[in-house]
Every structure is written in C-alpha cells, then in structure tokens.
C-alpha cells in the first residue's frame, strides 16, 4: 500500500530561525515528490517537487527539500523562517497515476 | 500553471438540497480532479474526472452521491446530492499539468450543511 506520513501535527519555531516539516513515504517504485502549502480559506498551492537528479530540490519562498532515499523521507526546509510562512504545509506522493496526500502540519512562526 | 477558479467560494444549504460546484481552468487540461477536504485535515480523492469518458470514482464515493460532468477541456462540475451535516467540507477541484505529474488546485468550496 501507497502511504505519505508527516509525523508532526505542528511545528512552532520563531521568525528567522531554520524550519523543517519532515515527511516520509512508504511506496513501490520511484515516486515523484511534491510539497504544498494551504493557507487559511485558501486552495492548495505548488512548493516543489522532486522527480530525478539532484537530492536538494528548491522552490517557491525560499523553501527546499531533500530527497533521502534510504531513509525515504523528503523533508521540507528553510534557513530563515518568517511569521508569513504560518500555513498548513502537505507532503504527497504520485506514483501508478495517483497523488497520496499525507496528513498535513501546521507550522507556526512567531515572532 | 494553470489559473483555476471555483464557484461557489461557499455556500449554506439545507439537507436532503443538492449543490452543484463549478471548476473553471483557464486552458485546456485532460485530467481534473475531485478532492474532499475537511477543515484542517489531508485531502481525500472523490473521483477522477476526464473529458469524453464516465468520471472515475475512489472507494467510497459513488456516482448518484456526487454526479460529475467534463463537457470540456476547461470546465467541470460536481454535485453534492441530497446532502446531510456530514457532507460538511472543502471541495476542491485541481488538474494536472501536460505530464500529469503535478496537480494545480483551485480555491475550494466551503460547504456547510445544516
């Protein structure tokens, strides 16, 4: 069975630090990764994505993620949070023509 | 990407009413999606929606529960039907790029029923 787990339900870290929401997947094949983020009464908008190449991928906001097969994980990161950041971040997985969504965390910046 | 755009953004409705949700994309796409999403929780896929074909639905979801139309390359409805508190949710609609390998979604509907 496909599966997408992001073990933190949140993450509070303060306005400038470094950030990670971490991810894993449990899934046949070679999975394509994605990352997005949904902020409040907002629909669902693309980070990143891995699919080949290099393990560090960057993205939109000065987000990227590292790609670990063998440990199967695909965290999120940042170098320097900002409070703007505070949003609902989702790991997914596509893979045999469909997308796994994991569970969702919320990240808190504050200030 | 591709700009998608939803109507309604939210609505109130009675039970045992059904509701029809538009999702507009602003070029043409083969696949478009269906997801359900309650406040704060992941998405669950309802149906998998391609023009010229029958919707194809997830476990769980059935076709005379949430109808479906693809009349075209840019545009598609869902319908909630004969719904009760428990269809409370955000339907989003999303598409998938021309390699079908990142999906792009609209805003969602806020649906609550009472």
């Known amino acids: 069975a496909q599966s997408v787990a992001q073990p933190e339900d949140q993450v509070n870290v303060a306005e400038g630090n470094p950030l990670t929401v971490k991810c894993t997947y449990s899934?046949?094949?070679?999975?394509?990764l994605f990352w997005y983020v949904q902020y409040p009464n907002r629909g669902l908008q693309f980070l990143l994505k891995?699919?080949?190449?290099?393990?560090l991928v960057k993205g939109s906001y000065g987000f990227e993620a590292e790609f670990n097969k063998s440990q199967t994980s695909f965290h999120l990161k940042k170098p320097s949070a900002l409070v703007s950041d505070s949003a609902l971040y989702f790991c997914?997985?596509?893979?045999?023509?469909?997308?796994?969504f994991g569970s969702g965390t919320k990240l808190n910046v504050k200030p | 990407s591709a700009v998608i755009s939803q109507k309604p953004s939210r609505d109130i409705c009675q039970r045992g009413t059904s509701l029809t949700i538009q999702c507009q994309v602003d070029?043409?796409?083969?696949?478009m999606f269906w997801y359900r999403q309650q406040p704060g929780q992941s998405l669950t896929l309802i149906a998998t929606?391609?023009?010229?074909?029958?919707?194809?639905?997830e476990s769980g979801f059935v076709i005379d529960k949430f109808p479906i139309s693809r009349p075209n390359l840019t545009f598609s409805t869902l319908t909630v039907s004969n719904m009760s508190p428990e269809d409370s949710s955000i339907y989003l609609c999303?598409?998938?790029?021309?390699?079908?390998?990142?999906?792009?979604f609209g805003p969602g509907t806020r649906l609550l029923v009472l």
């Open positions: 999303s598409v998938a790029d021309r390699y079908q390998e990142t999906q792009y």
């Open positions: 899934v046949s094949g070679n999975p394509y």
């Open positions: 891995y699919i080949t190449g290099d393990n």
């Open positions: 997914a997985v596509y893979n045999f023509n469909k997308f796994y």
């Open positions: 070029s043409q796409v083969t696949m």
């Open positions: 929606a391609n023009q010229g074909s029958e919707a194809t639905y």
